[in-house]
Each structure stands twice: as structure tokens, then as C-alpha cells.
């Protein structure tokens, strides 16, 4: 009886053996059959065209290779070499109210939860339902049972989905929108970047404004004794009425000169309000700023290997190439099956006869497990059109990537040679005004003594006002020009002070390494 037993025992084990191998063998025959039909759909030869530039090939040219120099890297908050608490504490109440500033910043937390949506495809999906209705059927309408009877009718269902994602498609999405996050984070800070260097140019164009209304006040002062001057001639006799005249017409265009140059000291202090995110009663407790030009202009010897690392616009232009190259990778992995693991399980009854929980009855249990797979096999084109728009949609990202890259370059260049020819153009204007001041004081002087005509203190006067006038621009713009500069050189950005981000992905491609 034992020996009977025994044997079929494993006769039983070996037919379940048996019959598992046989049900497995149509899951692989289908997987098989689903692999062989995607191989019917392809990129279609589809490929980049486009490759990053390499900032150490470039040509950095005459003007940046005679500044290198063992210079430092500007810091935050480089305007603080001018020494002018007044402009710190502009550029902080910016960098803190600014409404733009700060609408650029909520981009962040738009692209974060974008990365959180992209990263549920990867977790596994639970959804739950139920349904729960007590009714009583009418004696006269429906026979009993259970006619005349209060029934319930229950139930509960549950489905628990994941997604294998054998191909990556899920997390390349998901690293995308992770390097999009970052991406938008060297933006925001980029902007801050030039808010802050808009705050110093509007800070340079107010200390303008006052210096050339100390200008004006200065020639309105001479010609009014001009002007005088010539009165006493007239009355003396040994002057004319023509040359009272003038001296009247010079002082009032001076006068006028005088009150545009009050108009722009107006405006710049509530341009410098707006910057600051505040109304322009915040311009008029501005002072007089006290701004001079005592920085050597300097390049880092590393210029222009290192410059990319430093601009945060070039380092979000890198970020959005490594989000396309994940866009392919996702468009990529489309065209392969999809296959999702799939278990629900249910408890009810259509009519249980009895309280509200009798429906919890091993008898009203049902479940199931299984796979379900998805697979392409004629979609008219669309997947190949998605991974063409994936593979152009990255040359794009290298392209405007290069041409941040290009822009960078050029504009440290720009202002080097800017500040290189404003340097040497204020050394001519100082010599020249030294003349010109020297001019009027022998015309004036001539004039006041009878031997010199009204007309050569005129010139003179005029030609002195030129120079004063181009003196204070140029000053301006050299002040300009060395905070363009700082901006061009990253304005204290580096790569690694953006934040880091939960959920990194561990096998960072090198390109992403070398943005970090």
C-alpha cells in the first residue's frame, strides 16, 4: 500500500513538473513571437548629427591670452570691492524681492514635480475599489426570495500593476526630468546673476547722472560770472550788447542741461527701485553713490577651460543635452515590448442575505495573477516620428549648448578689449581736458582784461564742458564695462553650488560627471 502510495506521489510530482513547463511554454513563445515582430519596426537609420564643442579648442585670441594672469575666479558678491554699503544692500534687497527673480525660482519647483510624476512609472501601481448597496425588493414585483426581503449586495477589489520596464524607458524618463531639475536650478541661478549685475550698472548710472550734474552746476556757476563780466563791460561801455546776450543764452542752456541731468538721477533711482521689487519711494532714500575704479583688470589663467563650469547659463544649456540624450533613450526603448505584472484579488457578493459585513466569506474571495504585455507591431510611423523628434530635438540642446559656449567666450573678450580701450581713451580725455581747462582760463582771463573776445571764452568754456562731460561717460562706462565683465566671467557661480537632488541616479554618464 506504501510502495502504491509512493508511487503515485511522484507520479503526481512528476506530471505538476510537467504541466508548469508546459504553461510556461506559451509566455515564452509569445515573448519570443513579440520580440520578432518589434524587429519589424526600427529607428529607420535615424542618428545626431551634432556633438558638444570643446571650450579648449577654441582660439581665445590676442586680447585674453595678454590678460591671463594668475587671477582668481570673481566670488559672490564682487561688487563689495567698491566699498559702498549703499550698493550692498541694493543688490540684497534685489536678490530677495525681486518678482521676476522670483517667478523664475518657482520654475524649480515645477520641474521637481515634474521628476516626481516621471519617477512613479518605475514604482509599483495599488488601486483599491468598492461598492456597497442595501436595497429592498418589492413582495408584489419579485417572487421571494428575496421579494419582500432588505438585501446586501458588496463588494471589494483591489489591483496591484508593475511595470518591468526591461528596456529603461521609465528611467531614462525619470533621470530626464531629474537633469531638467537642475537645469532649471542654473537657470534661476543664471538670472540672479544678471539681476545682480543690472542692479550695479543702474548703481553706475546714477553716480553718472550725479557727476555730470556736478558738471553742469560748476559751468553754470562760471557762466553766470561770465555773464556778469560782461554786464559790468556793457555798463562800462567798453562792452556790447551782443555779448550780454550770449552769456544770457549760455547760461540758460546750461541751466537746462542742469535739470536734465536732475531728470536722470530721478529716473535711475526708481529704475533701481523696480530692480529691487519695491515702489519708487524706495529710489528716494537713495544717496549720492561713491563708486571709483581701483580693479585691475585680470583674467584666471584657466580661461577658457574652466570658464564653462562657470556660467551658470552654459552649465543649464549642458544639463538640457543630457535630458535629450535620455529623451532618446526613452524614445528608443519604445519601440520594444511593454510588459506589466498584474495580480487583483476581489471579495463580494451580489446578494447576501443578512447584516452589512456578511459578505466577508472565504466563499465570495477571488484572485488572479499574470502578465500583460504590450508590443508594437504597425503603428504608421508614429514611434519612429517620436524617436526623430527625440534624436533632433537633442541636436537643438547641443546647438544652443555650443552657442552658449561661444557667446561666453566672446563676451569676456568684449569687455576685456572694452576696458583695455576705455582705459587708455580716459588717460587722452584727462590730458585733453588739463588743455582745454588751461584754454579757458587764459581766454577768461583775457576777457576780464579787455584784450581777448567774448567769443574765444565762449569756445573755450564749451570745449572745457566736452571733456568734462566725456570724462564723467567714460569713468561710467569703464565701471560698466568691469561689472559686465564680472557677469561674463559667472559673476561667483560654480557648478557645485546647485543643490543636490534626492533620487540621484548612480550610473551618471561622464558628460553629466564633467557638469558637476
Excluded at 468598492?130 to 477589489?157: K, L
Excluded at 550788447?241 to 529716473?267: D, F, N, P
Aim: charged share 20%; net charge neutral; hydrophobic share 45%.
Amino acid at each position: 500500500m506504501k510502495q502504491r502510495f509512493e508511487s503515485s506521489s511522484s507520479s503526481s510530482s512528476s506530471s505538476w513538473s510537467m504541466h508548469r513547463r508546459t504553461a510556461w511554454r506559451p509566455a515564452t513563445a509569445a515573448l519570443a513571437s513579440a520580440l520578432l515582430l518589434c524587429a519589424c519596426i526600427g529607428d529607420g537609420g535615424i542618428h545626431t548629427r551634432e556633438a558638444p564643442l570643446d571650450a579648449a579648442a577654441l582660439d581665445p585670441g590676442v586680447a585674453l591670452r595678454a590678460t591671463q594672469a594668475d587671477a582668481k575666479w570673481p566670488a559672490g558678491g564682487w561688487w563689495r570691492q567698491w566699498n559702498d554699503p549703499q550698493l550692498d544692500q541694493l543688490v540684497a534687497d534685489a536678490t530677495a524681492g525681486n518678482p521676476g527673480l522670483q517667478a523664475i525660482g518657482q520654475r524649480i519647483e515645477v520641474a521637481r514635480f515634474q521628476a516626481q510624476i516621471a519617477g512613479a512609472a518605475e514604482l509599483p501601481q495599488l488601486n483599491a475599489s468598492g461598492s456597497f448597496e442595501r436595497r429592498r425588493y418589492a413582495r408584489y414585483t419579485t417572487p421571494a426570495p428575496p421579494g419582500g426581503t432588505t438585501v446586501w449586495s458588496n463588494s471589494i477589489e483591489a489591483d496591484l500593476s508593475y511595470d518591468l520596464d526591461l528596456w529603461g524607458k521609465s528611467r531614462a524618463l525619470r533621470e530626464g526630468a531629474l537633469d531638467n531639475v537642475r537645469a532649471a536650478a542654473a537657470d534661476a541661478r543664471f538670472a540672479q546673476v544678471e539681476l545682480q549685475t543690472a542692479v550695479v550698472r543702474g548703481y553706475v548710472q546714477l553716480s553718472l547722472a550725479y557727476a555730470l550734474l556736478d558738471v553742469q552746476s560748476a559751468v553754470q556757476s562760471q557762466q553766470q560770472r561770465t555773464l556778469d563780466i560782461a554786464k559790468r563791460r556793457f555798463r562800462a561801455g567798453v562792452g556790447s550788447g551782443l555779448e550780454v546776450s550770449q552769456a544770457e543764452s549760455q547760461l540758460a542752456m546750461s541751466t537746462t542741461r542742469l535739470q536734465q541731468a536732475q531728470q536722470q538721477i530721478a529716473l535711475a533711482r526708481i529704475g533701481l527701485a523696480g530692480l529691487a521689487g519695491k515702489g519708487p519711494g524706495y529710489g528716494d532714500t537713495l544717496r549720492r553713490p561713491g563708486l571709483a575704479l581701483s580693479v585691475p583688470v585680470k583674467l584666471p589663467a584657466t580661461l577658457p577651460a574652466e570658464l564653462l563650469g562657470h556660467r551658470a547659463d552654459v552649465v543649464a544649456n549642458r544639463w538640457r543635452v543630457q535630458e535629450a540624450d535620455k529623451g532618446i533613450a526613452a524614445a528608443h526603448a519604445d519601440f520594444y515590448p511593454d510588459i506589466n505584472l498584474v495580480a487583483l484579488a476581489s471579495l463580494g457578493s451580489a446578494a447576501t442575505f443578512g447584516g452589512f459585513l456578511n459578505f466577508v466569506d472565504s466563499n465570495g474571495v477571488g484572485h488572479g495573477v499574470g502578465a500583460a504585455i504590450s508590443l508594437p507591431v504597425f503603428d504608421g510611423g508614429r514611434r519612429r516620428g517620436n524617436y526623430g523628434v527625440a534624436v533632433a530635438s537633442r541636436d537643438a540642446a547641443v546647438d544652443a549648448y555650443n552657442q552658449s559656449v561661444v557667446n561666453a567666450l566672446q563676451g569676456v573678450a568684449a569687455q576685456v578689449v572694452s576696458l583695455r580701450s576705455l582705459e587708455e581713451q580716459q588717460a587722452s580725455v584727462e590730458s585733453t581736458l588739463a588743455s582745454t581747462r588751461k584754454s579757458f582760463e587764459l581766454a577768461d582771463a583775457g576777457y576780464r582784461s579787455g584784450i581777448t573776445e567774448f567769443l574765444n571764452v565762449l569756445a573755450a568754456q564749451n570745449a572745457q564742458l566736452e571733456q568734462q562731460e566725456s570724462l564723467a561717460a567714460i569713468q561710467a562706462r569703464r565701471l560698466d564695462a568691469w561689472a559686465l565683465l564680472m557677469k561674463e566671467l559667472g559673476g561667483g557661480f560654480q557648478a557645485d553650488e546647485l543643490p543636490e537632488l534626492p533620487d540621484l541616479p548612480h550610473d551618471l554618464p561622464q558628460g553629466v560627471a564633467n557638469a558637476r
